[in-house]
């Protein structure tokens, strides 16, 4: 069964920063490249950032780039995402995602990660 747990999400102030993680399982993870997607209340899914299969190539909805980033650890089997200078629009719940084979869509999500970003 393909699992997908995130957590570290939380309560943070502005500029501060938080690491997502996302524990995967029932798949081999190194097959797949994997993205974090997120939904702020009210709002429709907003796709956050991809990684390819070796971690050798990302990248990045634009309001992200410089301040988040993706990486993963294909021997534990974990994809991160890095959150740095966070601001009150970032807040949203977190979630990461397999990608199918072809790149255009996703087969497998995690149950989220709610972060909130307020002073």
């Known amino acids: 069964e393909v699992q997908l747990v995130e957590s570290g999400g939380g309560l943070v102030q502005p500029g501060g920063s938080l690491r997502l993680s996302c524990a995967a399982s029932?798949?081999?993870?190194?097959?797949?490249?994997m993205s974090w997607v997120r939904q702020a209340p009210g709002q429709g899914l907003e796709w956050v950032s991809a990684?390819?299969?070796?971690?050798?190539?990302?990248v990045y909805a634009e309001s992200m780039k410089g301040r988040f980033t993706i990486s993963r650890d294909n021997a534990k089997n974990t994809l991160y995402l890095q959150m740095n200078s966070l601001k009150s629009e970032d807040t949203a719940v977190y979630y990461c995602?397999?990608?199918?084979?072809?790149?255009?869509?996703?087969?497998?999500w995690g149950q989220g990660t709610q972060v909130t970003v307020s002073s």
């Open positions: 995602a397999r990608e199918i084979r072809d790149g255009t869509s996703y087969d497998y």
């Open positions: 029932g798949f081999t993870f190194d097959g797949y490249a």
């Open positions: 990684i390819n299969w070796s971690g050798g190539s990302t």
